[in-house]
């Protein structure tokens, strides 16, 4: 199980990859608002969904994909960890 450390490291790679090309990778911390301030459109979302999923061999619910758990890194990092968790 990768450590939360790894787990930031990959889904920043991730945002920087995919939502947020050729900017400053340290312009985005743990507490960017990603969903909140437009960066994550519901398309995006759902991109991001199933990269998690695949990526991390989790399953996330629609209902789970809002701005409660994706509007930062830091929040998508815990329900991570509660998806991976006994």
Known sequence: MATPSELEARIRSYVLA?????????????TTPLVSSGLLDS??????VS???KE??????????????FDTIERII???QS???P
């Not at 995919?18 to 743990?30: K, R």
């Not at 398309?43 to 991001?48: K, V, W, Y």
Request: hydrophobic share 40%.
């Open 18 to 30: 995919e939502v947020l090309p050729g900017e400053d990778p340290s312009q985005l911390t743990s």
């Open 43 to 48: 398309i995006a979302t759902l991109n991001f």
């Open 51 to 53: 990269f998690l999923e």
């Open 56 to 69: 991390l061999d989790i399953s996330i619910e629609a209902h789970e994909a809002g701005v409660d758990n």
């Open 78 to 80: 815990r329900l991570v």
């Open 83 to 85: 998806k991976r968790s």
